[in-house]
């Protein structure tokens, strides 16, 4: 049974940084592309980046780039992301969500997910 | 970017009803590059449909997806109370991996 659990949000003033963690269990980590998808408040689901399994790329949404890095560690099971120069707009509850197939470049779906960790912008 | 455009933004019907759910892609996509979502307040999106008609494990048969190229179908034969939520489609044969805007299925 696979567990995702998110942690690191909180109040953070804008320009700031923030990391955000994500400890996966119940399954082999190292052999599944992980993704982060954040929702605002009352809003749609927004995907954010996408690590593969192995490490060795790394894609994001144009909203973020260049400010937010997605990074895992296999030893501890954990997946990163890492938001810089932090705006209003990237008020959201953040999601790690597991692909659903290993060995897989890209993606094919996100099979499961976790409970979301809250991060606000705000002054 | 490949947008995906989802209609319409609420669904008003009665438990036992047949509900249809659109999504429609900017540019022709792969149909094993499409997924559906389902997601009740308060919780976790969950994956309901695969390669644009697969079942994810323990999805019920009333659930069936359909379609190809630019435009698929979420299909919900008979509504029961706990399929009353939001459905979102999602296309992952292109970086950045889009999502549609979500339609709300409301009981009516």
């Known amino acids: 049974q696979d567990q995702l659990v998110e942690s690191g949000g909180g109040v953070v003033q804008p320009g700031r940084s923030l990391r955000l963690s994500c400890a996966a269990s119940g399954f082999t980590f190292r052999n599944y592309g992980m993704h982060w998808v954040r929702q605002a408040p009352g809003k749609g689901l927004e995907w954010v980046a996408l690590?593969?399994?192995?490490?060795?790329?790394?894609k994001y949404s144009d909203s973020v780039k260049g400010r937010f890095t997605i990074s895992r560690d296999d030893s501890t099971n954990t997946l990163y992301l890492q938001m810089n120069t932090l705006r209003a707009e990237d008020t959201a509850v953040y999601y790690c969500a597991r692909d659903r197939l290993p060995y897989y470049y890209e993606s094919s779906g996100l099979w499961s997910w976790g409970q979301g960790t809250l991060v606000a912008v705000s002054s | 970017e490949l947008v995906l455009t989802q209609s319409p933004g609420t669904l008003s019907l009665s438990p036992g009803e047949r509900a249809t759910l659109s999504c429609r892609a900017s540019?022709?996509?792969?149909?094993?590059?499409l997924a559906w979502y389902q997601q009740k307040p308060g919780q976790a999106p969950s994956l309901l449909i695969y390669?644009?008609?697969n079942r994810a494990t323990g999805i019920p048969d009333r659930f069936s997806g359909s379609g190809s190229g630019t435009d698929f179908t979420l299909a919900i034969s008979r509504l029961e109370p706990e399929d009353f939520a939001v459905y979102y489609c999602?296309?992952?044969?292109?970086?950045?991996?889009?999502f549609g805007q979500g339609t709300r299925l409301e009981i009516k």
């Open positions: 540019r022709s996509l792969a149909s094993s590059s």
């Open positions: 690590i593969y399994y192995d490490g060795s790329n790394e």
């Open positions: 999602q296309q992952h044969g292109f970086a950045p991996h889009t």
């Open positions: 390669g644009a008609f």
